[in-house]
C-alpha cells in the first residue's frame, strides 16, 4: 500500500502547471503511456482471473478426490500439508421483512448499540440513494454522511483496427 503522506499522484503534479504550454506531443505522449500501461492493467488482469478459475477448479477436483478418498487431509512431504475444513455463510437480509427481523433480533438479544455496530449499507447502494436524492434535491444535506470525494476518472473508447 502505498504511503499517502510520500504520494504525489499525476494529478496533483499536474494541477500546479501552466495547461497553455502543454504541447499535442505532451499529450500524445500521455494519452499513449496511460493507454499502454490500461493495456498492460487490462492482460494481467484477465491473467489472474484465469489463473483463480483454474486454482478454484483444481481445488474443487481434490476436493472431490479427497472425499472418495475417505480421507480429510493429506500430506505430501516438501509441498506441505492440505486439511478439509467447512465454513458456513449467510446470505445477507433482502427482504424489507427479513431485515427488520435480524435487527430486531439482534437488538433484543444484544442491544442497540450492538445493531448499530453491524448495520451497514452496500456501498454501490449507498451511493446510487444519494445520487437519487440529489436530482430529486438539489443541494440536499443527507446526515451522517461527509463531503463526498470527486475524483477525475478517463473513459476510453479504443480505435477500430
Known amino acids: 500500500m502505498t ?23 505532451q499529450l500524445d505522449k500521455a494519452f499513449s503511456e496511460y493507454v499502454e500501461a490500461r493495456n498492460v492493467y487490462e492482460e494481467k488482469n484477465k491473467a489472474s482471473k484465469e489463473a483463480y478459475a483454474k486454482y ?6 481434490f476436493i472431490s478426490i479427497l472425499q472418495h478418498s475417505g480421507k480429510t487431509n493429506w500430506n505430501v512431504d516438501g509441498l506441505g500439508k492440505c ?10 437480509p433482502k427482504t424489507t421483512e427479513s431485515k427488520q427481523e435480524i435487527a430486531k433480533y439482534i437488538q433484543d438479544n444484544h442491544g442497540k448499540d450492538a445493531f448499530w455496530d453491524m448495520f451497514s449499507i452496500n456501498s454501490a447502494t449507498l451511493n446510487a440513494f444519494c445520487k ?3 436530482e430529486n434535491n438539489p443541494g440536499v444535506k443527507i446526515p451522517g454522511l461527509g463531503e463526498p470525494t ?3 476518472k478517463l473513459r ?5 483496427k
Open 3 to 25: 504511503d499517502s503522506k510520500n504520494f504525489s499522484s499525476p494529478a496533483t503534479t499536474w494541477g500546479d502547471s501552466n495547461f497553455e504550454d502543454v504541447s499535442v506531443e
Open 56 to 61: 478454484q477448479d483444481l481445488e474443487f477436483k
Open 83 to 92: 486439511s478439509e475444513y467447512e465454513r458456513k455463510s449467510y446470505a445477507t
Open 132 to 134: 437519487q436524492e440529489i
Open 150 to 152: 470527486a475524483i477525475k
Open 156 to 160: 476510453l473508447t479504443r480505435s477500430k
